[in-house]
Structure formats: C-alpha cells, structure tokens
C-alpha cells in the first residue's frame, strides 16, 4: 500500500519556536551582551520563517511557514519566491498555532506546489505588513531543486581585476632608470634598458620572471632612451641620448650578444624617439638635438645608416613617434611650442609636410590605421589630447583636459572598441577616456593613492616566510614563498621594538621574535591566525636580543645578545620561561644557527674580522670560536645545511658577503661577493630541501631586496624586494583582446591600475613594493602568459611582473550542503567561450581534502555542466573549486563575506589533493558556481541490482538503505515489488514511480 506519512515533528517544531517568540521582550530591542533573537525583526514586527524542507523538485509541495508577532496586528503576509510567483500566507488552524483573539504572535502558512524550477538555489523574501501599514521583510530563506552553491550570476568586476604581484626582478647598482624596453613573447624574453653610462641591457624571461643575465654595454654608450625589436630577424636596436654624434647599438637575441653599434654622424644625437618596419628592413630614429631636428634611416639587414632627414626651421626635439607602414608613413612629434607634428613617407624617405599645432609640447603618440587618426597627448598642465587625419594628414581637433589632468605622458588605443586612453602624470593620476569616432570625451577615471629588516625565518612545507622589522613600533611582515608576496603584516604594541631575531617551533604553530630593547623581550606569535599571544621580558643586561635558535624538539629556544661579552639566554617555551644564561667571551653576538639534530649551535659575533662561536648545547659550553679571513667583518646572519655540511654567514660589509664554513673541520670554503648595492647583510633564511638560501640586505634608506642564492654552486640566482607604499601615472599597456588597460605610477611606492575597456571602470588597484615605482616607459603586456611588465625608472632599477589574470591559481567557495545527498553535477558560469575549466570539491578539513576533480573541459560562454558519480556529501560545509587557463574574463564575480572564498597560486593542471588553509589566501570573493543532487528525495527500486546511490538511474534497492539517507525527512520514491514488510519510524514521504510499488504479500 502506498501512502504519505506526515508526522508531528513539524509541528512540534512550530510549537518550540512560538515558545521562544513569546518569550522575546515586546519591545524587540537586545541588550549588546544578549543572545541574538531567532529570526528577524524591528521594533514592530519580529519574523521567524521555517520551510519543510531544503529541497523540492517540481511536482512537490513546500510548506513555506511564519511565525509573526506584530503588536499592531498582520495585515498581509506574502513570500515571493525569487524568480517565480508571490504566494499569500494564511493563518495557520488553532490548533497549530493560528492567530487568537488578542495574542500578537500568530502563525501564517502556504503549501507552494513546485513548478517553474531550475535545478539552482532559490531565495524567499517574506514580506510581513502590519494593520498600521509598516512593513518588514526577512530574506533569510533558500531552498533549492536541490542544489548548493551560488548559482546567481555575477559579472566581470573582479576585486583588483584579478591582478596579482607575481615578483620582481631587481637589477645591479648600475642597471639603473631603465627608460624604455621591447618585448619577444615569442622567444619568451623581455629587455630593458638604462639610463647609465655606459648603459645595460637587461634580460628577463618571461616564464618564471627570472634576471637572467645582463649585457653592459661599451664605453660611451650611455642613456638609453629608445628601443625597437625585429621578432623575426632575431635582434633589437638601442638608441643612446649621449655624446655627439649618437650610436645605435645592435642586440642579437638568440645569445644575447652584442653585435655590432653604428654610429652616426655628428649632429645626429641625443636619440630620443623610434619606430620600425620589419617587413620593410628598416627602422628610423628621432634625434633631441639641434634645431632642426633630425631622423636617420637604418638599414636592418647589415646595419648600415641610409639616409637621415632633417626637418624644416623649428622641428626639433622628436620626443614621441608612430609608424603605419600599411600607410606608408611615420609620424614624428616635436617637442616644442607650439607643438608641431611632422609626416615622413617611408617609400621616398622624405618630409611631407608638418603640422604646427594650438597645442604644445607632444611627448606621447598612439596611432589607429584602421580608422584613419592619429593622437597626440601633450605635456601640459592642463594636457590636451590632439586628433590627426591620416589621409589627409590635417588636424582635426583636440580635447582639453579638465584642471588637474596634467602632462598627459601616456597613450594607447584600442581601435576594436572605438576608445583611446589617455593617462596623466600627476596626483592624482587620472584616464580620460574618449570615444574615437566623435571624439568626444566620454568619461574621467581619477585614480587612489615596510623597512629595516634585521631577521628573517622560513617555513618551507607551508610556503611562508617571516620577517622583523628594525622600527618603531617593531613589525612582522609574511612572505609568500609561491608567489614571492607580501600577504600580511602585524604591527605590536609599544615597547615591542627593534626585531632582530626570531625562530619558529618544529611543529609551525608559534614564532618567537626578540626585541633590540633594554632589557630584551622574546614575543610570541601564533601563525594559525598571524596574532600576537604573549611577551617574555628577560633580565637586566641582558639586552638587544640579536640573534635566536631553536631546538628540533621544540623545548628551548636561545637568544644572543648583543653586548660585550655577549651572552646567550635559554628559555623554555613549554611555560615560556627564562632558565639559564651563557657568557660565550666575544661581543656581539648577532646570529645563529643549529644543526638538525639540536647538538651544536653555532653564533656569530660582529667584530672585524668576524668570529664565530661553537657551542655544544647538552651542557650548554663554548667549545671553539672561529676567526674569519680578512674583510669578513660583522657576521649578521646566517643559515645552516647540514645535509650538504655547511653553514652561512652573511657580512655587514658593503657589498656584502656571504663566508661558507665547513662544518667538519669548522674552517671557512668559499666567499660570495654579491652586487654593489647588496650590502650590510642582516637577515637570512635557508630552505636546503628546495636548495636554495635568501639574504636580505640593509640599505635604509633605499629599498631593502632578497638575494637567493643557490646551494648546490654557491651563485646567487635572483633578487626581490620588499614592500613599501608608492602614485602619479607615467607608464601604460593596453590588452586588447583581454580588454583591460594597466597603468603604473612614478611615485615610490608605485601602483599598477587596471582599467576595464568596456565600461571604463578601474577594476582593481595593486600597490607594489618599495621601489617598484618610478615607472616610466611603456609597459609590456604578454597576454598569452596573462602578465604584465613595468619597469622602474629607479636606483637600482627594478622590473615587476604583474599576474593580469586567473590563469596561474585555483579558486575557492564555502558552500552549505543542507542536507545529504548523492551529488548530480557540479555547474560553473563563464562569461567568455575561451581557454579550458577545471573543477573540483574539498571538503572543510584542515587541510582541505580533495573529493572529486572534474577532467580539463573547454569553457564555453554559459553554464557548463559536469556530471558526478559515486560522490554522496553529508550536510555540512564544502569548497567548489575551480582552475581555468585563459587569460579571458571567464569566472563570474559577485562580493561576498569574508570568508566566502581563499586563493591560490599553482599553474593549471591537476588540483592538489589536499590545501592547507595556512598557504591559502582566504578572500571574499564569490564566484558562480554550484552543484546540483539528489537531496531529500531519494530513489528506492526493490527490483534494481547494480551500483547504489539513491539516484534516479541507480536507486537502492531496499527501504533501510533509503531510510538512512532521509534521516532529516524528505520524500522516498519507490518502485518495485518486495515481499517483505515495512516499518517506518522517522518522517519521510512516499511517492510511488516506475510504474508504482508493492510492499509486503
């Protein structure tokens, strides 16, 4: 016999909350200490809502149920379920809790029958009016047809775009204010060049963003300013603005060698603009000397000078330049007052014809074939903007900035969509958008607006590393290790001051920092949540606690002092307590390390020449010092490897130096010398798995930068700087087939700017280290690897890559499942058919345990589904993830809570099968992305034999097995034939289908 089985728990339920209602206070105000009320309300209507169930299917009844008390009396009580009708809400009998004749607490009720649904997640806002016509609306019901997740469709307003500060390259003292650069995505390899004498061009690649060598050129050769690259014959051209006459220096890229320079003849110098055309074979320079002017033609294929032209009376300073060689023509701007634009026709090599502009001063050029304009930005306060007809090479028109937008330095187009952009260098920076085929101005974007490091730890399996401050107040700054960012800083209370040494517990739960103070203090941080727990002040003289160890157990740490003699204080980190002190006979002693096995610790002590002290920990004694060969003054740091048998000190030298001690015979094997600028080494971190040691260098006031350096060789690999804060527009790159523009600031600290093309809104702002600003020239996009380049017109120069999109991380939601079930599919929103999606769902263990991982799958535009089986989730909290590997505005964004998401960076592939939460950047972004189930419906057929998941297509096959997964109530279909009975002791509804069921004989 078929049936439908309603039981009482309901209706207890109701009878619980109508309690609790009662019990709240008339007027609905809580005291700030009280339990927060069920439901919700104001100071006239209280609302608690309940429905049946979680999930419905279409075909299926929902009672949807308030429990309203409302002084005034209910006037109406309506739900409108999102998407799809309102349903009036009625009192409920007597009996159940209905209204009575003076109780201001009733209950309303509706039984809705499903229809119209999708398989997503549906919200209902219930509407309660009172008699006296106030209203008030509760929002906190959902339900699905069955499903989890966010299944609301967002946008492409990414917080910060989706930008992310991947690292930077740090170059030599005399690789400095780089002023223009090409780039080879193709080979895979940018160059930058610089300003000093004699110049350097600087090579990066572009695939790990790694300095990987750099090319001084000859004397003389000095300053830079120019630059143009022929992809396809394999070499790139330098013009210097130095000396008389000037010199184009030949680059061959495949050995990054020079090959060869010309130079010009006298007059033609100071060489400031550049266009090329490959195709061609030629490539032409503008000169910033004399008047008039000059451009010289160079011959590509034996580099050799051609012809030059020199300009009318007037034309000098050719400061910007475009080229369209479908056209046949260049385009050089003067620098001058008024501004004057002159035309070259590349077939004859000769000027024709010059346009003398209102405006003065052109300094940067953008040009549009296609549509038949070239713009002219100028430096000017206020800047204008001037529009050329090619074909006719005449002026059509300008735009003049508003007050305040000032020296318009930079200019990209993007002839697709029928806008340019136009930055200004200045604060703030400001975009001044303007539509291209009117030109008109359409709208204005104006733009927004730590040091000292003396200790530094690693934790290599969880990817961070840790640095002290010497400041007032002192402050602890994490490292990112994957990406090589900074991710969060503390800053400590007064007195907690001068960090210069610090250790971390085996178990990567706390760290202990000491304090250059009088006496000491050791401050303890919990990493879990990146806070400070509690401080331990030591005694009198012992003092500027400069150097730290810990014990592989765990059980005490060792702090030096830095005092004559120095001494070394023993703590007990069980109950944080000081309990011995050791007086080593040097002073100083300003760092440490111990071997892995807690028997020796070995401390430096700053004196010149430096000495090193070996102390065996079991009884606590001195047994050696070691003094260093001359120049190896002031040990600041070190690190230990004991699997290779070597430890490092780091000198407070300039340039700073790096001694390897062996640790067998405990004598001194090898020195390394770094660059100029990284001197006074004070902090260090080794990760010898990884192979590899980091040293940070000193140099208040300029920026302070990380040196790695490689074990295996003893060579240093790469440099990066720390951060610091930095604005004023001066350098830009457009994507167009991203759709985005990026705009670097010259200020130090520097910001990079990402501006939406399509609706001309800045999508996000990322502020950049210390010394990541001054940005200058252009920047370089490479789209296909979704980065961006800019370069810092700074001593010593720096280049930061920036991550432009959501190709190089996995992405994470919290979702609720609210109900147990076997999982359907898994669905995901993108709004470009671009690149490739992967999927997947953890659960909310620490760490984060991988269940199910979708295969790679082209992302098309729309929802794209995945099935799922064997995969059945409890009620609980899970994590959707998901991976896509184009640089497009594929995921859907909507802001969320915190909480609501983490990050993090891993290139496209398989996902990890598992993610601690300490290595994940949690975030509050809200992606749309959902699954679907098998919820508070399950399937049941006696004659089925096959894989079980209570599925429609594999349903059980007896009434226990479905029972066990409606133990919160839902609806069991049934079919088949059983000859055995049914017992039923828990609230379920039966539904019969395959042609109906039989129960029993």
Known sequence: MIHSIRHAHFVRRIRILTMALLLLVPSFSFAAKAPAPVGTGDSRIHIIPTLSAPSVKNGGTLTIQALVKAPAGVAKVEAEIEGLETVQLKPAPMNLGGAMPGNPVALFRADWKARGLKEQVYRISLRVTDK???????????????????????????????????????????????????????????????ASSPSVIIKVRLSDFTRVASLTLNAYENNIMCAVIDQAGGYAYFGTNYGDPGVIVKIRLSDFTRVGALTLNAGETLLTSAVIDPAAGYAYFGTNWGSPGTIVKVRLSDFTRVGYIRLASGESSLKCAAIDPAGGYAYFGCYTSPGTIVRIALSTFTRTGAITLPESI???????????????????????????????????????????????????????????????????????KVNLGSFTRESTLTL??????KTGLIDPAAKFAYFGTCTTPAKVVKVGLSDFTRSATITLPTGENYFASSVIDPTRTYAYFGTGTEPGIVVKIRLSDFARVDALSLNAGEDWLASALIDPAGEYAYFGTYTAPGKIVKVRLSDFTRVAVLSTGVNSLVCAVMDPAGTYAYFGSEMSPGRIVKVRLSDFTVLDTLKLGTGLNSPKCAVIDSSRGYAYFGTNTSPGMVARIRLSDFLCDGILTLNSTESNLQSATIDPAGGYAYFAPYTYPNPTNIVKVRLYDFTITGEMPLSSEETAIASAGIDTAGGYAYFGTSLDPGMVLKVRLSDFTKAGALTLGSGEGN???????????????????????????????????????????PEQGPVKDVRFYSHETRGNLRLAVYDNNSPRNLLWQ???MAAMSGWNIV??????????????????????????????????????????????????????????????????????????????????????????????????????????????????????????????????????R
């Not at 991947?166 to 995505?185: A, H, K, L």
């Not at 810092?792 to 991550?803: T, Y």
């Open 867 to 1000: 099935p799922v089986t064997g995969l059945t989730l409890p009620a609980g909290n899970y994590w959707l993830a998901w991976q896509a590997d184009s640089t497009g505005d594929v995921p859907s964004y909507t802001s969320g809570l915190s909480g609501n998401g983490f990050y993090l960076s891993q290139p496209y592939g398989l996902f990890p099968t598992t993610i601690d939460p300490a290595t994940a950047q949690a975030t509050s972004n809200l992606w749309t992305e959902y699954l679907t189930y098998y919820g508070s419906q399950i399937w049941v057929n006696f004659n089925y034999f096959g894989v079980e998941t209570g599925a429609p297509d594999t349903p059980f096959n007896t009434l226990d097995e479905g029972l066990s997964e409606l133990t919160g109530g839902g609806t069991m279909h049934l079919g088949g034939t059983t000859p055995a009975g049914a017992r039923i002791t828990q609230p379920v509804r039966i539904e019969p289908y395959a042609s109906g069921a039989r129960i029993g």
């Open 775 to 817: 940005f200058r020239s252009p920047a370089l996009i490479d789209a296909g690897r979704g980065c961006a380049y800019f370069a810092a017109n700074s001593v010593p120069g720096r280049i930061v890559k920036i991550g432009i999109a959501y190709n190089t991380f996995v992405h994470a939601n919290l979702i609720q499942m």
């Open 448 to 453: 927004q607006t730590e040091t000292l490091v």
């Open 362 to 432: 052109p300094v940067s050029a953008a040009i549009d074939p296609a549509g038949d304009a070239a713009y002219f930005g100028t430096d000017t306060e206020p800047g204008s903007i001037v529009k050329i007809r090619l074909s006719t090479f005449s002026r059509i028109g300008a735009i003049t900035a508003y007050s305040g937008e000032n020296r318009i330095t930079t200019a990209a187009v993007d002839p697709a969509a029928g806008f340019g952009y136009f930055a200004t260098n200045n604060y703030p920076g400001h975009v001044i």
């Open 854 to 856: 979708s295969p790679s």
């Open 132 to 194: 006296k016509g106030h209203t008030h609306i509760d929002r906190s019901l959902s339900f699905s047809d069955p499903a989890a997740g966010n299944s609301t469709v967002g946008s492409t307003n990414y917080p910060s775009a989706g930008m992310r500060r991947e690292g930077n390259t740090i170059c030599t003292y005399n690789e400095s204010q780089i002023n223009c650069g090409v780039i080879d995505p193709a080979g895979g390899y940018a160059y930058f060049a610089t």
